[in-house]
């Protein structure tokens, strides 16, 4: 986003959605961490998606976001003129690794995949010596879902324990050609379907996250990986289960279970 036509066209284009996984993983957040969250710092803010996002779950949070193009924060700060008047924004480019912060909350939103390996090393590291939980959002794709899962062991080893959407603290039983990915759906409107060429009133944004924590936390339940596959007279999932594996669970339609399950969605937590 190098002027500001780049910025308000992903205003339009991909800030929508942007917010949309933002929300989930935050929201995420808010079911999971058993802490405060009054303190935000968003790293890479771009136009504000992530303290929209947040200011939504938690209303009241004092947010600061760190973006070094400054067409995007005079974007930002014009779309939050009137109803998020207090958030701060600093000009800066966040690889510096130095963020002398001491915050609740560090959101770090489709900015990995912008960045090379070392920087990411070491922006995951500067957001771990200032937060009590991280956030961290990518595209939902095979390469998105690998950066997260460097970034959740790195939050590992500083420490943290994983709060969601991963059930167990052990290395992430998913690998190539598959990958962890969940889809959040939102609105389109006329300009959004006209921009994109689309005739669906809807779309749906694919992503993966992490949520890590130095506070205490809730264990998220075993989780749905895939949409369920419904073959006749059974239902198969795909879990990724507390013991730190990926299994397959088939459920006949005999089972008592059955009935319940048809309503089983993709992402959806799944008891012991």
Not at 120 to 128: E, F, L, P, Q
Not at 131 to 154: F, M, S, Y
Not at 165 to 178: E, G, L, N, T
Not at 210 to 223: D, K, L, Y
Request: aromatic share 6%; proline share 8%.
């Amino acid at each position: 986003m190098n002027d500001a036509l780049d910025c308000l066209a992903y205003a339009v284009m991909r800030m929508p959605a942007t917010y949309r996984a933002l929300h989930a993983a935050l929201t995420a957040t808010e079911r999971h961490v058993r802490a405060p969250i009054s303190t935000h710092l968003d790293l890479g803010g771009g136009p504000g998606a992530a303290a929209w996002a947040a200011a939504a779950v938690w209303p009241g949070v004092t947010t600061e976001l760190i973006e070094r193009q400054r067409p995007a924060i005079q974007l930002g700060r014009q779309l939050a003129a009137e109803h998020l008047p207090g958030l701060r924004w600093t000009t800066a480019d966040l690889r510096s690794g130095d963020l002398d912060r001491d915050v609740d909350l560090i959101t770090i939103g489709y900015v990995l995949n912008e960045l090379s390996e070392a920087d990411r090393t070491s922006v995951v590291k500067a957001a771990a010596r200032a937060a009590t939980t991280i956030v961290i959002v990518e595209p939902g794709t095979p390469r998105g879902h690998q950066r997260t899962v460097e970034a959740r062991a790195a939050l590992i080893e500083h420490g943290f324990t994983i709060a969601a959407p991963c059930p167990h603290q052990y290395a992430c039983p998913i690998v190539s050609p598959d990958w962890c990915h969940f889809a959040g759906r939102l609105p389109r409107t006329e300009l959004h379907r006209v921009l994109k060429n689309g005739v669906r009133n809807f779309e749906d944004e694919k992503f993966s996250y992490v949520v890590a924590t130095r506070a205490p936390a809730v264990p998220a339940a075993n989780r749905v990986l895939a949409r369920p596959a419904r073959p006749k007279n059974r239902i198969i999932l795909d879990l990724c289960t507390a013991a730190g594996t990926k299994t397959h669970l088939t459920i006949p339609k005999s089972a008592d279970t059955y009935r319940p399950t048809r309503h089983t969605t993709w992402g959806a937590p799944w008891p012991d």
